[in-house]
């Protein structure tokens, strides 16, 4: 997710869209805006995206209070954020070409594949784009030309320059403060590296994720493999594109997802369960930390206190929180093959984890709750 600055809200233009038209303020280098991308195309749904300068920031900041994209603005008029919950919304609005499976263990093993790719394997794309000098450099003239991209008033358009080039420089800074820790780029490469090794390996013999068509599971790995990997120059994109062929053209078939037919039936193969095996091996025990620690600093918070989505732990912790909570819903005849495919996933421990507290969302807050 990117920041920009609420700046001369005043002098934004009025945005134009068909009745039953869909309005998505993205951008093709956002981590977050490739699932929901995907999900209006997937269900071919009238839309049009509109880039994240510095324009559209501050309309989004105006209607939502908030810069963090992607948004997502409705032919009704509301407002839908954050990827996960807009994926959701447009499922219940429009059920017809359905992304989220009706098997529960298929829907349980959709949600650990968007768990990681959204909290975890973000950590590796990130570390390709903000830890060496020469992608830190790119990215960040990236982010300026983002910023200011299609923006006619020159004064606006300048402001978006030094929007990009200051939000660049910040997250440069706190990647360099990490050399600091025991925080490993190394490891973060070698991790993402094999984790697509396996997905490729696994798209040799199968279509989609989970079958013959995509879902939920497909939507969450692309917001991994588009914004950052597979777009951004550096190691795991040349080894994605060089080696990893059936899963770049698996990612080119999800960015024109429109065009993929929604028949065909949804299942497991064992080459997807090596993915979740990887998943296991290289996030499982980070999973569960994260966890545990955002245990420990909110159990002491009082109920109603924010608990913040900007802060990673929190947000990967209300994440794992949304998948026990599908995990305890389950039936028991489902219950070992699930205990099976979590513990594969490196994510049994976090599901059976009983914290004393729980977070729900309210626009676009977390908000600590009593335990139910």
Not at 41 to 64: C, D, F, G, H
Not at 258 to 272: F, I, N, Q, V
């Amino acid at each position: 997710m990117n920041d920009q600055e609420n700046t001369k809200v005043a002098q934004l233009p009025e945005s134009v869209i068909y009745p039953d038209e869909y309005e998505l303020i993205g951008s093709k280098n956002s981590y977050f805006s490739a699932k929901v991308r995907a999900c209006l195309q997937y269900k071919r749904l009238p839309y049009v995206e509109v880039t994240a300068n510095i324009e559209s920031i501050m309309r989004a900041k105006q209607l939502t209070g908030s810069h963090i994209y992607p948004v997502v603005m409705c032919p009704d008029g509301s407002v839908l954020r954050d990827s996960c919950d807009i994926v959701v919304a447009l499922e219940q609005r429009h059920p017809v070409r359905p992304v989220i499976p009706e098997d529960p263990l298929l829907h349980l093993v959709a949600l650990i594949t968007e768990l990681i790719a959204d909290c975890f394997i973000l950590e590796g794309a990130m570390t390709t784009r903000w830890c060496h000098d020469r992608n830190a450099d790119w990215a960040k003239r990236l982010f300026s030309q983002v910023s200011s991209e299609r923006v006619k008033d020159d004064e606006l358009r300048q402001r978006g320059i030094e929007n990009g080039t200051r939000i660049g420089a910040s997250i440069r800074k706190r990647f360099v403060a990490l050399n600091d820790t025991d925080y490993d780029p190394h490891w973060h490469i070698e991790a993402t590296r094999d984790i697509l090794s396996r997905l490729d390996r696994h798209l040799t013999t199968t279509p989609f994720l989970l079958g013959d068509r995509p879902s939920l599971a497909d939507l969450g790995m692309l917001n991994a493999m588009y914004g950052h990997l597979y777009r951004d120059p550096g190691v795991l994109s040349d080894y994605m594109h060089w080696e990893c062929i059936s899963l770049s053209l698996w990612t080119e078939h999800m960015l024109a997802a429109a065009g993929e037919s929604d028949r065909g039936p949804l299942y497991l193969t064992a080459s997807m369960e090596d993915v979740l095996a990887g998943f296991g091996q290289w996030y499982g025990e980070r999973a569960l930390n994260q966890v545990r620690e955002a245990d420990q600093r909110l159990r002491g918070l009082p109920d109603g206190e924010i608990v913040g989505i900007a802060a990673a732990p929190n947000y990967a912790a209300w994440r794992c929180q949304r998948l026990r909570e599908c995990y305890l819903q389950l039936d028991n005849e489902c219950m070992a093959e699930a205990n099976r495919l979590l513990e594969l996933a490196g994510l049994l421990e976090v599901c059976q984890f009983q914290p004393n507290w729980r977070a729900e969302k309210q626009d676009l807050e977390l908000i600590k709750v009593p335990n139910r």
